[in-house]
Protein backbone atom coordinates (compact mmCIF):
# COMPACT_ATOMS: atom_id res chain seq x y z
CA UNK A 1 0.00 0.00 0.00
CA UNK A 2 1.00 3.33 -0.62
CA UNK A 3 1.35 5.82 2.05
CA UNK A 4 0.49 9.25 0.87
CA UNK A 5 0.51 12.73 2.46
CA UNK A 6 -1.48 14.86 3.26
CA UNK A 7 -1.54 18.59 4.28
CA UNK A 8 -4.15 21.26 5.33
CA UNK A 9 -5.56 21.28 1.90
CA UNK A 10 -6.15 17.75 1.28
CA UNK A 11 -8.14 16.89 4.43
CA UNK A 12 -11.34 16.17 2.21
CA UNK A 13 -9.66 12.99 0.66
CA UNK A 14 -7.79 11.80 4.05
CA UNK A 15 -11.65 11.97 5.74
CA UNK A 16 -12.78 9.98 2.75
CA UNK A 17 -10.18 6.84 3.53
CA UNK A 18 -10.74 6.88 7.34
CA UNK A 19 -14.97 6.86 6.20
CA UNK A 20 -13.70 4.14 4.13
CA UNK A 21 -12.36 2.15 7.06
CA UNK A 22 -8.79 2.58 6.11
CA UNK A 23 -6.08 4.55 8.59
CA UNK A 24 -4.66 7.86 8.37
CA UNK A 25 -2.08 9.18 10.92
CA UNK A 26 -3.37 12.68 12.26
CA UNK A 27 -1.03 15.37 13.87
CA UNK A 28 -1.94 16.75 17.26
CA UNK A 29 -0.19 19.14 19.67
CA UNK A 30 1.44 16.17 21.57
CA UNK A 31 2.65 13.40 19.32
CA UNK A 32 1.04 11.72 15.71
CA UNK A 33 -1.56 9.89 16.54
CA UNK A 34 -2.65 6.22 14.21
CA UNK A 35 -6.53 7.03 13.38
CA UNK A 36 -9.19 5.30 12.26
CA UNK A 37 -13.11 5.33 12.71
CA UNK A 38 -14.02 4.76 16.18
CA UNK A 39 -17.20 2.96 14.95
CA UNK A 40 -15.55 0.87 12.24
CA UNK A 41 -14.82 -1.98 14.31
CA UNK A 42 -12.90 -3.98 11.64
CA UNK A 43 -10.75 -0.31 10.84
CA UNK A 44 -10.21 -0.48 14.51
CA UNK A 45 -8.89 -3.83 14.80
CA UNK A 46 -6.34 -2.99 12.17
CA UNK A 47 -4.62 0.00 13.86
CA UNK A 48 -3.21 -3.28 16.50
CA UNK A 49 -2.23 -5.00 14.00
CA UNK A 50 -0.46 -2.00 12.39
CA UNK A 51 1.10 -1.00 15.47
CA UNK A 52 1.88 -4.05 16.62
CA UNK A 53 0.36 -3.43 19.86
CA UNK A 54 -1.37 -5.81 22.39
CA UNK A 55 -4.83 -5.75 21.75
CA UNK A 56 -6.03 -5.75 25.81
CA UNK A 57 -4.64 -1.73 25.72
CA UNK A 58 -7.47 0.29 25.03
CA UNK A 59 -7.39 3.52 22.59
CA UNK A 60 -8.18 7.12 23.12
CA UNK A 61 -11.63 8.12 21.09
CA UNK A 62 -10.39 11.91 19.57
CA UNK A 63 -13.64 13.86 19.54
CA UNK A 64 -14.33 17.59 17.88
CA UNK A 65 -16.85 18.37 20.31
CA UNK A 66 -18.42 17.63 23.83
CA UNK A 67 -22.02 16.37 21.86
CA UNK A 68 -20.16 13.38 20.51
CA UNK A 69 -18.77 12.39 24.10
CA UNK A 70 -22.20 12.68 25.62
CA UNK A 71 -23.36 10.24 22.92
CA UNK A 72 -21.19 7.29 24.06
CA UNK A 73 -20.41 8.08 27.72
CA UNK A 74 -22.65 8.49 30.89
CA UNK A 75 -23.97 11.44 32.02
CA UNK A 76 -21.14 13.93 32.44
CA UNK A 77 -20.32 15.04 35.91
CA UNK A 78 -19.80 18.47 37.04
CA UNK A 79 -16.06 18.01 37.78
CA UNK A 80 -15.56 16.54 34.44
CA UNK A 81 -17.57 19.37 32.59
CA UNK A 82 -14.73 21.82 34.32
CA UNK A 83 -12.64 19.91 32.90
CA UNK A 84 -13.56 19.79 29.47
CA UNK A 85 -14.34 23.52 29.56
CA UNK A 86 -10.46 24.06 31.17
CA UNK A 87 -8.58 22.39 29.50
CA UNK A 88 -10.00 21.36 25.70
CA UNK A 89 -9.22 21.33 23.27
CA UNK A 90 -6.00 20.65 25.06
CA UNK A 91 -3.49 17.82 26.00
CA UNK A 92 -5.81 16.25 28.76
CA UNK A 93 -7.27 12.68 27.74
CA UNK A 94 -10.47 11.70 30.15
CA UNK A 95 -11.55 8.32 31.05
CA UNK A 96 -15.20 8.17 31.56
CA UNK A 97 -18.10 5.26 32.24
CA UNK A 98 -19.81 4.11 28.85
CA UNK A 99 -22.96 3.68 27.96
CA UNK A 100 -23.85 -0.03 27.53
CA UNK A 101 -22.67 -1.44 23.92
CA UNK A 102 -21.60 2.05 23.04
CA UNK A 103 -18.22 1.16 21.79
CA UNK A 104 -16.84 -1.74 20.68
CA UNK A 105 -14.43 -4.10 22.74
CA UNK A 106 -11.06 -3.61 20.42
CA UNK A 107 -11.54 0.44 21.25
CA UNK A 108 -12.15 -0.38 25.11
CA UNK A 109 -10.16 -3.27 25.05
CA UNK A 110 -13.26 -4.90 27.47
CA UNK A 111 -13.43 -2.26 29.91
CA UNK A 112 -16.56 -0.70 30.62
CA UNK A 113 -14.54 2.71 30.30
CA UNK A 114 -12.91 4.75 27.32
CA UNK A 115 -10.31 7.65 26.91
CA UNK A 116 -12.24 10.25 25.05
CA UNK A 117 -9.94 13.21 24.03
CA UNK A 118 -10.27 16.70 22.18
CA UNK A 119 -7.03 17.45 20.61
CA UNK A 120 -5.91 21.25 20.05
CA UNK A 121 -4.55 20.87 16.40
CA UNK A 122 -6.80 22.63 13.75
CA UNK A 123 -6.59 20.05 11.21
CA UNK A 124 -7.19 17.39 13.08
CA UNK A 125 -9.96 18.13 14.26
CA UNK A 126 -11.14 19.53 10.79
CA UNK A 127 -10.41 15.68 10.15
CA UNK A 128 -12.52 14.37 12.55
CA UNK A 129 -15.21 16.64 11.46
CA UNK A 130 -15.46 16.15 7.82
CA UNK A 131 -15.09 12.28 8.92
CA UNK A 132 -18.02 12.84 10.64
CA UNK A 133 -17.31 9.84 12.83
CA UNK A 134 -14.48 10.08 16.15
CA UNK A 135 -11.23 8.53 15.58
CA UNK A 136 -9.07 6.57 17.71
CA UNK A 137 -5.62 6.97 17.65
CA UNK A 138 -2.75 5.39 19.67
CA UNK A 139 0.97 6.91 19.16
CA UNK A 140 1.51 6.52 15.42
CA UNK A 141 4.94 4.77 16.28
CA UNK A 142 5.63 0.79 16.26
CA UNK A 143 4.96 -0.56 19.65
CA UNK A 144 7.52 -0.39 22.04
CA UNK A 145 9.06 2.62 20.28
CA UNK A 146 9.84 6.73 21.38
CA UNK A 147 6.51 8.16 20.32
CA UNK A 148 5.95 10.21 16.60
CA UNK A 149 6.43 13.99 17.13
CA UNK A 150 6.75 14.41 13.23
CA UNK A 151 5.31 13.04 10.10
CA UNK A 152 8.83 11.60 8.98
CA UNK A 153 8.73 9.49 12.12
CA UNK A 154 5.56 8.12 11.30
CA UNK A 155 6.47 7.57 7.86
CA UNK A 156 9.63 5.52 8.83
CA UNK A 157 7.72 3.44 11.38
CA UNK A 158 4.17 2.71 9.55
CA UNK A 159 4.67 3.44 5.70
CA UNK A 160 3.10 0.79 3.73
CA UNK A 161 1.23 -0.33 6.34
CA UNK A 162 -1.43 2.80 6.82
CA UNK A 163 -3.43 4.59 3.57
CA UNK A 164 -1.79 8.14 4.70
CA UNK A 165 -0.45 11.00 6.65
CA UNK A 166 -1.58 14.29 7.58
CA UNK A 167 1.57 16.27 7.96
CA UNK A 168 1.13 19.50 9.96
CA UNK A 169 4.98 19.80 10.69
CA UNK A 170 6.46 18.68 14.29
CA UNK A 171 4.10 18.91 16.95
CA UNK A 172 4.74 21.55 20.40
CA UNK A 173 4.64 19.26 23.37
CA UNK A 174 6.21 16.40 22.03
CA UNK A 175 4.67 14.01 25.41
CA UNK A 176 1.63 12.53 24.92
CA UNK A 177 -1.58 13.72 26.83
CA UNK A 178 -2.00 13.65 30.88
CA UNK A 179 -4.50 10.64 31.26
CA UNK A 180 -7.12 11.54 33.83
CA UNK A 181 -9.11 8.75 35.01
CA UNK A 182 -12.56 10.57 35.60
CA UNK A 183 -14.81 7.00 36.29
CA UNK A 184 -14.08 6.33 39.79
CA UNK A 185 -14.78 8.30 43.55
CA UNK A 186 -12.02 10.21 43.07
CA UNK A 187 -9.99 11.62 40.53
CA UNK A 188 -6.73 10.19 39.60
CA UNK A 189 -3.87 10.35 37.03
CA UNK A 190 -3.19 7.47 35.22
CA UNK A 191 -0.52 9.58 32.58
CA UNK A 192 1.60 12.11 33.39
CA UNK A 193 1.50 15.16 30.38
CA UNK A 194 1.87 18.74 29.98
CA UNK A 195 -1.47 19.62 32.09
CA UNK A 196 -0.02 18.96 35.48
CA UNK A 197 -1.73 17.84 38.66
CA UNK A 198 -1.34 20.84 40.59
CA UNK A 199 -2.88 22.69 37.69
CA UNK A 200 -5.47 20.08 37.40
CA UNK A 201 -6.31 20.34 41.44
CA UNK A 202 -7.00 24.19 41.17
CA UNK A 203 -9.79 23.24 38.95
CA UNK A 204 -11.77 20.04 40.61
CA UNK A 205 -10.13 19.93 43.85
CA UNK A 206 -8.26 16.69 45.30
CA UNK A 207 -6.66 14.19 42.43
CA UNK A 208 -4.60 11.04 43.29
CA UNK A 209 -1.46 9.96 41.29
CA UNK A 210 -1.62 6.51 40.55
CA UNK A 211 1.01 6.28 37.72
CA UNK A 212 4.04 6.75 40.32
CA UNK A 213 2.81 3.27 42.19
CA UNK A 214 3.07 0.94 39.05
CA UNK A 215 5.31 -1.79 40.55
CA UNK A 216 6.90 -4.79 38.74
CA UNK A 217 3.61 -6.92 39.76
CA UNK A 218 1.33 -4.69 39.93
CA UNK A 219 -1.66 -3.98 37.41
CA UNK A 220 -2.11 -0.76 36.37
CA UNK A 221 -5.01 1.27 35.64
CA UNK A 222 -3.96 2.64 32.21
CA UNK A 223 -3.23 -1.08 30.48
CA UNK A 224 -0.50 0.70 28.77
CA UNK A 225 1.55 1.55 31.37
CA UNK A 226 3.10 -1.84 32.12
CA UNK A 227 4.69 -2.45 28.60
CA UNK A 228 8.22 -1.55 27.35
CA UNK A 229 7.78 2.00 25.96
CA UNK A 230 10.02 4.69 24.08
CA UNK A 231 12.88 2.00 24.37
CA UNK A 232 15.94 2.82 21.25
CA UNK A 233 18.04 0.61 20.46
CA UNK A 234 20.82 2.18 22.52
CA UNK A 235 20.65 1.79 26.56
CA UNK A 236 19.65 4.94 27.68
CA UNK A 237 21.28 5.94 31.04
CA UNK A 238 19.42 9.03 33.37
CA UNK A 239 22.35 11.52 34.34
CA UNK A 240 21.34 13.61 37.25
CA UNK A 241 23.09 17.34 37.57
CA UNK A 242 25.91 16.66 39.86
CA UNK A 243 27.01 14.00 37.94
CA UNK A 244 28.14 15.49 34.33
CA UNK A 245 31.13 15.88 35.40
CA UNK A 246 31.80 12.25 35.85
CA UNK A 247 29.40 11.37 33.00
CA UNK A 248 31.61 12.96 30.73
CA UNK A 249 34.50 11.70 31.84
CA UNK A 250 33.12 8.08 31.48
CA UNK A 251 31.88 8.69 27.73
CA UNK A 252 35.41 9.75 26.88
CA UNK A 253 37.06 6.46 27.80
CA UNK A 254 34.51 4.47 25.60
CA UNK A 255 36.02 2.79 22.53
CA UNK A 256 32.82 3.47 20.78
CA UNK A 257 30.76 6.53 20.81
CA UNK A 258 28.01 7.73 23.06
CA UNK A 259 25.08 9.93 22.68
CA UNK A 260 24.48 12.95 24.77
CA UNK A 261 21.57 14.98 24.76
CA UNK A 262 21.46 17.79 27.22
CA UNK A 263 20.22 21.48 27.35
CA UNK A 264 22.62 24.33 25.67
CA UNK A 265 23.63 25.36 29.35
CA UNK A 266 24.82 21.81 30.37
CA UNK A 267 26.80 21.49 27.54
CA UNK A 268 28.26 24.91 27.95
CA UNK A 269 29.14 23.76 31.56
CA UNK A 270 30.76 20.85 30.89
CA UNK A 271 32.63 19.43 27.82
CA UNK A 272 31.81 17.52 25.59
CA UNK A 273 34.52 14.60 24.82
CA UNK A 274 35.30 14.38 21.10
CA UNK A 275 33.98 10.60 20.50
CA UNK A 276 30.65 11.81 22.00
CA UNK A 277 27.51 12.86 19.67
CA UNK A 278 25.83 15.63 21.51
CA UNK A 279 22.02 16.17 20.47
CA UNK A 280 20.67 19.19 21.89
CA UNK A 281 17.32 19.53 24.07
CA UNK A 282 17.37 23.57 23.97
CA UNK A 283 16.73 25.74 26.85
CA UNK A 284 14.43 24.06 29.23
CA UNK A 285 12.35 21.22 30.40
CA UNK A 286 9.51 22.55 27.64
CA UNK A 287 12.05 22.27 25.06
CA UNK A 288 13.23 19.41 26.34
CA UNK A 289 9.76 17.41 26.10
CA UNK A 290 9.33 19.01 22.43
CA UNK A 291 13.09 17.33 21.43
CA UNK A 292 13.32 13.97 23.79
CA UNK A 293 11.51 11.65 21.08
CA UNK A 294 13.39 12.94 17.96
CA UNK A 295 16.46 12.61 19.31
CA UNK A 296 15.81 9.13 20.92
CA UNK A 297 14.82 8.41 17.48
CA UNK A 298 18.03 10.77 15.94
CA UNK A 299 20.68 8.09 17.60
CA UNK A 300 18.52 5.49 16.19
CA UNK A 301 18.63 6.03 12.79
CA UNK A 302 21.65 8.19 12.25
CA UNK A 303 24.18 7.00 14.57
CA UNK A 304 25.67 3.73 16.18
CA UNK A 305 26.10 4.44 19.46
CA UNK A 306 25.57 2.18 22.08
CA UNK A 307 24.43 4.10 25.10
CA UNK A 308 22.55 7.81 25.24
CA UNK A 309 23.12 9.87 28.41
CA UNK A 310 20.29 12.11 28.70
CA UNK A 311 19.35 15.24 31.10
CA UNK A 312 17.43 14.53 34.21
CA UNK A 313 15.10 17.79 34.95
CA UNK A 314 12.91 18.26 38.34
CA UNK A 315 9.81 15.94 38.68
CA UNK A 316 7.62 18.90 38.63
CA UNK A 317 5.03 20.25 36.14
CA UNK A 318 6.21 19.07 32.71
CA UNK A 319 9.12 17.90 34.06
CA UNK A 320 6.67 15.54 35.75
CA UNK A 321 5.82 13.64 32.25
CA UNK A 322 9.50 14.36 30.93
CA UNK A 323 10.68 11.98 33.77
CA UNK A 324 8.00 9.45 33.42
CA UNK A 325 9.34 9.14 29.49
CA UNK A 326 12.64 9.74 30.00
CA UNK A 327 12.43 7.02 33.11
CA UNK A 328 10.86 4.35 30.77
CA UNK A 329 13.38 4.92 27.95
CA UNK A 330 16.15 3.92 30.15
CA UNK A 331 14.29 1.41 31.88
CA UNK A 332 15.04 3.51 34.94
CA UNK A 333 18.57 3.39 34.75
CA UNK A 334 21.05 6.15 36.24
CA UNK A 335 24.20 6.78 35.18
CA UNK A 336 26.22 5.82 37.89
CA UNK A 337 30.45 6.82 38.96
CA UNK A 338 32.20 3.99 37.94
CA UNK A 339 33.46 1.91 41.06
CA UNK A 340 37.84 2.12 41.33
O1 LIG B 1 -1.30 12.59 23.42
C1 LIG B 1 -1.87 11.51 23.33
O2 LIG B 1 -2.63 11.07 24.22
C2 LIG B 1 -1.66 10.70 22.05
C3 LIG B 1 -2.28 11.46 20.89
C4 LIG B 1 -2.19 10.72 19.58
O3 LIG B 1 -3.61 11.77 21.19
N1 LIG B 1 -2.23 9.38 22.15
C5 LIG B 1 -1.69 8.40 22.91
O4 LIG B 1 -2.37 7.20 22.86
O5 LIG B 1 -0.71 8.56 23.60
P1 LIG B 1 -1.78 5.84 23.43
O6 LIG B 1 -2.72 4.79 22.95
O7 LIG B 1 -0.36 5.68 23.07
O8 LIG B 1 -1.94 5.98 24.99
C6 LIG B 1 -3.23 5.93 25.61
C7 LIG B 1 -3.11 5.55 27.07
C8 LIG B 1 -2.62 4.11 27.22
O9 LIG B 1 -1.73 4.07 28.33
C9 LIG B 1 -3.92 3.35 27.52
O10 LIG B 1 -3.68 2.17 28.25
C10 LIG B 1 -4.72 4.38 28.30
O11 LIG B 1 -4.42 5.61 27.69
N2 LIG B 1 -6.18 4.14 28.23
C11 LIG B 1 -6.97 4.19 27.14
N3 LIG B 1 -8.24 3.88 27.45
C12 LIG B 1 -8.27 3.63 28.78
C13 LIG B 1 -9.28 3.25 29.71
N4 LIG B 1 -10.53 3.06 29.34
N5 LIG B 1 -8.92 3.08 31.01
C14 LIG B 1 -7.64 3.28 31.40
N6 LIG B 1 -6.65 3.64 30.57
C15 LIG B 1 -6.94 3.80 29.27
MG1 LIG C 1 1.78 5.31 22.76
Redesign the pocket.
Same mark, same amino acid.
Do not use: Q, W
Given at each position: METKIYHADTIKEAAKEIQAGQLVS?P? /??????GADATNEAAVKQVYVAKG @?PSD????V?VADITTVEKYAQPLSEKTRLLMKTFWPG?L?I?LKLKPDALSKSV??G?E???F @?N?HNEATLDLIRQAGVPIV????NTSGKP?PTEAKHVYHDLHGKIAGILDDGPTQ?G? /??T?I?M?GEVPSI? @?P?AVSEAQLAKVIGTVQSDHHKVGKNEV??????KYKHYAPNAQVLIVADDQWPAAMNWAAQQNSPVGVMTTEQVKKENLIPTNAEWFSLGEDVHSASHNLFAGLRHFDLESSVTYILAQEFDRIGLGEAYMNRLGKSAGQQYFQTPNK
Open positions: FT /ETVYGL @RNPLIHPTITGLTAA @RPGPSASIV /ESVDSL @RGPKAPGM
